[in-house]
Nanobody, 129 residues
């Protein structure tokens, strides 16, 4: 059973930084996508950033140049480094994992929520002006 747990959320002033962590357990896939998503009240969940098992990354236009996705030690933990935060970044942030077949592993990961099978519980990020 795959379990994901986010941490690192909190309150920060506009222009500040936060690093979100996602701890994964029970993960045995050879090919996969790692993703970060967010959802603000009254809005649809949107993809923020994703990384493939091959190391390629995909970042949403709204956060490009400010957010970075990375992992230090395989699949156990991956991160979302957020800099130059804006009030519009306020949302519940979720990490997610999408298993992939060997024939799809050549492609970059996308940010469609329906392609991600496993989800964390979410961590709140609030940015004040």
């Amino acid at each position: 059973q795959v379990q994901l747990v986010e941490s690192g959320g909190g309150s920060v002033q506009s222009g500040g930084s936060l690093r979100l962590s996602c701890a994964a357990s029970g993960f045995t896939y050879s090919h996969y996508c790692l993703g970060w998503f967010r959802q603000a009240p009254g809005k649809e969940r949107e993809g923020v950033a994703a990384m493939s098992s091959g190391g390629s990354t995909t970042v949403a236009e709204s956060v490009k140049g400010r957010f970075t996705i990375y992992q230090d030690n395989g699949i156990n933990t991956f991160y979302l480094q957020m800099s130059t935060l804006k009030p519009e970044d306020t949302a519940m942030y979720y990490c997610a994992v999408a298993p992939r077949s060997y024939w799809s592993a050549r492609y970059d990961c996308d940010l469609h929520t329906y392609e991600y099978r496993f989800w964390g519980q979410g961590t709140q990020v609030t940015v004040s002006s």
